[in-house]
């Protein structure tokens, strides 16, 4: 009698959860992407012992990134770098590393991008200057670059190659592919936090995401509507992904947007 | 002139060889005789072998051996030695000159030659048997006749022949063959070896005995009649066979006997010399007639040549009468003949000897000549030597100019022939002339006569050899008489009235009507009647056209069998069929295409009459109704109304199923069986067909098969009923099935299909009848199969909803196959149909819900299938359990839509947990577990997700311990190192913490307070308590490591040993007090390591003091607790519960 009860209730739970998850209004998209997400949650577990082992000071990491930059030769307006060392400084305070000093560069690149180098070099083209609409978007841009630093993402991929060689360097990124797009969702997180620390609204992150889909004309693409075309997509996506740096526009502002959502339920 | 004289040598060289060869014959025909006779005797007399009849039947055998293959030498060789019949197979051409000196009567023969090689090689077989060669053994006076003057060139010819004829009934048949019967084993059963007993009669002992002896001898009861010949005194020596050692069975043959100087000397003085000489003369003449060709005029070169033809002639006649030169006369015959034919010949035909100018008259001399030829063979009874002669005749009509000589002569030369044959009984005589004949006149051309001239001589030979076959009959005449005149007449015919020849054959055909009924009484009917037949189809053939030639035929053919069926004559009857066959042939091949259907139909329709007429006159002939019901098939299938080609056949079929069903006639239903096989055929190769007439077939043959359900067993065959049972519900079942596709969309077929299997399986079930069950699967799976092809292929989980309904009503319809036939072939209906029930209900599921139900939905029916409890359905269920879990992971984990992956992955992973609890199968733990912690990942976040780990970790170790389950120990252990490891990997830290309420001390101190949770839990002494703490100590010092600055971290590291050892005293719990120990030393190295360099001095100091403190307060510690530490009994502590 027991068991029979516990068959209806499971049963019923079963159905129940059939039920509510076809009347929800999201149809849900199918893919691999939760196993993507075990196995970059796994390879970066994984990875991060030899990355202890051959981590670098701050000052190692600072002169390997002025190493880095005088590598090459960018165009840099010093009137628009100012405008970004402005923006970020109200965030400076709030980051992990109070160790590492930033420097902010604006490069004449033509496209609309930035990015940061180990030991806090952070740098922003002027077509992301021209792209960004406020400060608050810039904000989010520089504070994303910045976490980049602050959680040792830039310097990780350094490492190997600072310590151990080249040749190791070359297998570590090829192994650290997986998470790489995890490490850009942390980095919007962190230089959300560290925007919304640095007094700025956090809701020009999504935004800012939502206008670069359109600007980079990202296409979610239609979803699978057959066993198969189910498979091979879910199976092309995820082999997509593997490789991808970025996660599209489209995901990051709506982690971005959940992510203000809680923040502003947090702060009250 | 040198082909000429070329050609008067080899004619010479041909009658000689000819006269060499008859006599050749003769000899072996004696010798045949000679050896029958002696071949009985010995069967007759096994007792007077002495060894008994085995050995007398090894021997007899082996002589017969030879004789089979060599009849005239191992004849000759048999009258001296028994065994010698294998060596004469070597030397047949020598017997001839043997045979008659070993007989020792021979008239004038050649002595014979002293070398009689075939007694080499086999090894006599009589041990009675002298060795001597057969010119040294008397001839037996049974088989030597004495030679009638009459008949000097075959003397011995007559006497044998009376030797070995019938009366003589225990003699074998004259051909090598019958011989056989000397050999057999009855011979020897019934003959007893009697050593002592008497020669049962004189021709038996022949062989054995001397002659005196045999004469002396009574003759037995069973021995044939004494012949004149038997009775003849013996004329050569006794050999002394009681001197000379009888050689064994199987002795080496006895040397052969040289010949003599005189033996010698006879055969090259007779035989040789005399050739050479009949050359040389035959040459010689020839030079002659060169040489006088250049010194005389035609007229005296044709002298010469006939004096010296005529004195060969004569020449040899009065050398033949002797008959010591009767070879070297037969020689001089020979080139006479030759010779006087060709002087003749040149006389007319030669410019050189031309004294003839009138062709006519030529040819009238070279048939005298020939004619003296025949008359001359004559003499000597010969078939070969007058068969040359009249060759030579023929050869001579056929070489003249005159045509009308030559085709009327042939007339008086056949006739002649004819009678020759006739005479003296020689068979292939007359057909010699027959084709003569015919060549001849092939040969003359066509002249220009009249086509009655010509037809009237043609019809006289054909009369004339009609009639000697009548008379004579022979079995190649009538074809050979046929063929000739047939050809002769053809030809004409179509020279001069090309499109009457059928009146020709018409004609002809009567005539050999007539033939037949004067053949009637004999045998030899079968030919001419033939022949009638066959004319009369040509004749009918040549006359008619279309459809009116198979009337005729049919007409004919029908004449034919009722006459065959009223003279009782099978052959008649098989002449009819072969007739029907024509007729049908041309009624298919060429009116059918060419006419239209209403004028062949009355024609098809008259066939089908007549066979069921001849069925019904003459019951035995089955095959005519199969014919007849053959025609129907085809008119209906010409005939039939809108194509509707299928139906007429099954509505066909149902006349001669009656008829064999009421009146039990199986041809009749074998027959309706063959229509209504037609009738889906039809159907299918005539699509679409009209879905009335597939719903009549499928009545019909449903009817069919109640009628086999219902009717008795007698009315049909054994084994008929079943399977008309089973093929009619097989029909039944294909047009119902084409019914449903007539009307079901194509898209839906498969859904029809199995729906009609449903009824037909409920059909079956209920036994009406039962065959309809296994076609019902047939037909399911044929549905199934279009399901899959026409709606799960294309399936869709979007647009509308008719296409994504239709899997999941395939799945009730099987599982309602499932469900009747459950009991069924074993089980197997059930599990196949529940599989490929549950298939479509998975896709149907798949189609009809959003992606993030479909898993809910498929653990639900992997808890249904688990709750019939059969092992097909366990097995399915553990199936879609496992479906449904991986199907979860591509659509229901999903890091945004947190309720939605609690709401639908929570009821799977419980489910899995009951069907663990129900199956006992240790999957679904693992599944559940899984479930869970990967809920807990997506629910969580990456780090915060460890805090969840810990607690399921704790709680699946508090399960394992309680329900005594290894395996959820085991994920627990499993738990507690991805949650260690993921905290220490990420620092209990992650970005998108940062606006919630968990923090790195909230992550870490749940985590550890877990492990810590999960040592207590665990025993005392196992190595999961030494894991989990040891787990938990080292996340502690990572998390004081990550929380507190450097300066402090020694003593906070030392704060934790502390703890760790004041936790484990109480708790009696080595592993803490150990982790304690070492976290200290741990502290105490880094002092010294790392502090004395990196440290300012006061908190170096500070932690000397504090560390030196600790260890002092340690030390206290484990002195003050020592009976703790050993416990009570002076032992090491163990846990109180484990106590």
């Known amino acids: 009698m027991k068991r029979r009860l516990l068959f209806v209730l499971v049963l019923l739970m079963l159905i129940a959860a059939t039920v509510v998850a076809s009347l929800g209004s999201r149809r849900g998209e199918v893919s691999l992407a939760s196993l993507r997400q075990l196995w970059s949650d796994t390879i970066r577990d994984i990875d991060q012992p030899g990355l202890r082992l051959t981590r670098l000071s701050a000052a190692e990491e600072m002169q390997l990134g002025a190493n880095v930059l005088n590598s090459v030769s960018w165009p840099e307006d010093p009137v628009a770098a100012a405008r970004v060392e402005r923006i970020a400084q109200p965030m400076l305070p709030h980051v992990h590393r109070t160790d590492i000093q930033y420097h902010f560069h604006v490069v004449q690149a033509g496209m609309i991008n930035a990015f940061a180098l180990p030991g806090g070099q952070v740098l922003v083209t002027d077509g992301m200057l021209a792209f960004v609409q406020s400060d608050d978007e810039l904000a989010e841009v520089v504070g994303h670059e910045m976490s980049h630093v602050d959680l040792r993402h830039c310097v990780e991929h350094y490492q190997y190659q600072y310590r151990l060689g080249s040749l190791v360097e070359l297998f570590h990124r090829l192994a650290a592919m997986p998470y790489s797009s995890d490490q850009e969702l942390d980095a919007d997180a962190e230089g959300m936090r560290l925007a919304i620390a640095g007094g700025y609204n956090p809701a020009a992150g999504p935004v800012l995401f939502e206008r670069m889909q359109k600007e980079m004309h990202e296409s979610a693409g239609s979803p699978a509507t057959t066993p198969a075309g189910e498979l091979a997509h879910s199976l092309g996506e995820a082999l997509a992904s593997y490789f991808r740096s970025h996660p599209p526009s489209a995901e990051r502002a709506r982690r971005l947007r959940g992510l203000a959502r809680s923040a502003h339920g947090a702060g009250g | ?1139």
């Open chain 2, 1 to 1139: 002139m040198e082909t000429f004289l070329l050609i008067v040598v080899l004619v010479g060289a041909v009658i000689r060889w000819v006269y060499v060869r008859q006599r050749l014959d003769e000899m072996g025909a004696r010798i045949d005789a000679l050896s029958r006779l002696v071949a009985q005797s010995q069967a007759r007399t096994p007792q007077t072998q002495g060894l008994g009849a085995p050995t007398q039947g090894l021997g007899v055998g082996g002589w017969g051996l030879g004789t089979e293959t060599h009849g005239p030498a191992a004849a000759t060789q048999g009258l001296g030695v028994g065994g010698w019949g294998l060596g004469a197979e070597t030397h047949g051409p020598t017997a001839p000159t043997q045979g008659p000196g070993a007989g020792g009567q021979g008239p004038g023969l050649v002595p014979p030659p002293p070398v009689a090689g075939p007694g080499t090689v086999a090894p006599p077989p009589k041990v009675e048997r002298p060795t001597q060669g057969p010119w040294t053994v008397p001839p037996p006076p049974v088989v030597v006749p004495p030679i009638p003057h009459t008949e000097p060139l075959v003397p011995v010819l007559q006497p044998a022949a009376s030797v070995s004829a019938p009366p003589t009934h225990t003699a074998p048949p004259p051909s090598p063959a019958a011989e056989a019967p000397v050999l057999p084993a009855p011979v020897l059963a019934s003959a007893p070896p009697q050593p002592t007993a008497p020669p049962p009669s004189p021709a038996a002992e022949a062989p054995v005995l001397p002659a005196p002896v045999l004469a002396s001898a009574s003759p037995q009861p069973t021995a044939p009649p004494p012949s004149p010949a038997a009775e003849a005194p013996a004329p050569g020596p006794r050999p002394p066979a009681p001197v000379l050692p009888p050689p064994g069975p199987f002795a080496s043959p006895a040397p052969a006997p040289r010949r003599s100087s005189a033996d010698w000397e006879a055969f090259v003085g007779g035989n040789l010399v005399n050739k050479a000489g009949v050359l040389l003369t035959v040459i010689g003449l020839t030079l002659f007639l060169g040489y006088a060709f250049t010194q005389t005029g035609p007229l005296g070169r044709v002298l010469m040549s006939l004096a010296v033809s005529l004195g060969m002639l004569i020449s040899g006649a009065v050398f033949e009468k002797r008959e010591k030169y009767r070879t070297f006369a037969q020689g001089l015959l020979g080139g006479g003949w030759a010779a006087l034919y060709f002087t003749v010949y040149a006389m007319q035909s030669i410019d050189a000897a031309r004294v003839i100018h009138s062709p006519l008259l030529g040819a009238i001399l070279l048939l005298a000549v020939a004619t003296g030829m025949i008359v001359h063979s004559l003499k000597y009874r010969s078939q070969t030597i007058t068969g040359l002669a009249y060759f030579i005749a023929f050869g001579t009509l056929g070489i003249t100019q005159v045509t009308p000589l030559s085709v009327l002569a042939v007339i008086p030369l056949s006739a002649s022939l004819l009678y020759v044959s006739q005479r003296f009984d020689w068979k292939n005589f007359a057909l010699f002339g027959l084709a003569a004949t015919y060549v001849i006149c092939a040969t003359r051309g066509d002249n220009g006569a009249p086509l009655w001239q010509v037809q009237a001589l043609f019809a006289t030979y054909w009369l004339m050899f009609e009639a000697f076959d009548l008379l004579r009959p022979h079995r190649a005449m009538l074809p050979a008489n046929a063929l000739g005149f047939l050809t002769l007449s053809i030809a004409a015919w179509l020279s001069r009235a090309p499109h009457q020849i059928w009146e020709l054959l018409a004609a002809v055909s009567i005539a050999y009507l007539a033939g037949a009924i004067l053949r009637a009484r004999s045998d030899l009917w079968r030919p001419p009647i033939t022949l009638t037949a066959a004319l009369a189809a040509a004749a009918i053939f040549l006359k008619l056209d279309y459809q009116w030639v198979a009337v005729a035929l049919l007409i004919e053919a029908e004449l034919f069998y009722l006459a065959g069926v009223r003279l009782n004559a099978p052959y008649l009857r098989n002449l009819a069929t072969g007739l029907f066959t024509i007729e049908l042939g041309h009624l298919i091949v060429r009116t059918l295409p060419d006419q239209t259907p209403r004028a062949w139909t009355p024609v098809a329709i008259a066939n089908v009459v007549v066979f069921y007429a001849n069925r019904a006159i003459r019951s035995a002939d089955i095959y005519y109704g199969y014919a007849a019901a053959a025609m129907m098939a085809l008119i209906a299938g010409f005939d039939a109304p809108h194509h509707d080609r299928g139906l007429a056949w099954m509505v066909l079929a149902a006349g001669p199923f009656l008829v064999g069903w009421r009146w039990r006639q199986v041809d009749f239903r074998i027959q309706a069986y063959c229509l209504a096989a037609l009738g889906p055929a039809g159907m299918a190769f005539g699509w679409p067909e009209p879905p009335l007439s597939m719903g009549i077939g499928a009545a019909i043959a449903y009817a069919a098969t109640l009628c086999a359900l219902r009717s008795k067993e007698d009315r049909f065959s054994a084994g008929e009923a079943d399977a008309l049972r089973g093929m009619g519900s097989l029909f039944a079942t294909c047009l119902a099935a084409g019914v449903v596709w007539h009307f079901v969309p194509l898209q839906y077929l498969g859904l029809g299909w199995m729906a009609l299997a449903v009824i037909l399986l409920e059909l079956g079930m209920r036994g009406w009848p039962e065959d309809f069950r296994r076609q019902s699967y047939a037909l399911a799976v044929l549905g199934a199969g279009l399901v899959v092809y026409s709606n799960l292929v294309p399936i869709s989980n979007a647009g509308p909803w008719g296409p994504r309904f239709a899997p999941a009503a395939a799945a009730l319809l099987a599982y309602a196959i499932a469900a009747r036939a459950r009991k069924e072939e074993g089980g197997r209906v059930l599990d196949i149909a529940t599989f490929i029930a549950t298939g479509f209900l998975l896709t149907g599921l798949w189609a009809l819900l959003p992606p993030v139900a479909v898993g809910p939905a498929w653990a639900a029916v992997a808890l249904v299938l688990m709750e019939f409890d059969l092992p097909t359905l366990t097995l399915e269920c553990h199936l879609v359990s496992i479906a449904a879990f991986a199907r979860l992971f591509f659509g229901n984990f999903d890091e945004e839509q947190h309720l939605m992956t609690a709401l639908t992955v929570v009821p799977v992973l419980l489910s899995h947990y009951f069907l663990w609890s129900h199956t006992k199968q240790r999957f679904y733990l693992y599944t559940a577990a899984t479930l869970a912690a990967v809920l807990a990942r997506f629910e969580m976040g990456r780090v915060l997700t460890t805090s969840g780990w810990a607690v399921l970790m704790v709680a699946l170790l508090y399960a394992g311990r309680r329900l005594r389950i290894r395996d959820l120990s085991w994920q627990s252990y499993a738990l507690a190192a991805m949650a260690f490891g993921r905290c220490w990997a990420a620092y209990f830290y992650s970005p998108d913490m940062f606006a919630g309420f968990a923090g790195p001390v909230f992550i870490g101190s749940t985590v550890i307070a877990c492990l810590y949770a999960a040592q207590l839990l665990s025993d005392l002494d196992g190595h999961p308590r030494l894991y989990f703490s040891v787990l938990a100590s080292l996340l502690l010092a990572v998390l004081l490591y990550d929380r507190v600055s450097g300066s402090l971290l020694t003593v906070a590291w030392g704060v934790e040993g502390i703890a760790l050892l004041c936790a484990g005293f109480p708790l009696h719990d080595r592993v803490l007090r150990l982790s304690g120990m070492g976290l200290l030393m741990v502290c105490i190295l880094k002092l010294f390591l790392w502090d004395l360099r990196h440290l300012d001095t006061l908190p170096r100091i500070l932690s000397f003091i504090v560390l030196g403190l600790i260890l002092v307060g340690v030390s206290w510690v484990y002195t003050r607790f020592r009976e703790v530490l050993l416990g009570p009994a002076g032992r090491p502590d163990t846990h109180p519960e484990a106590a």
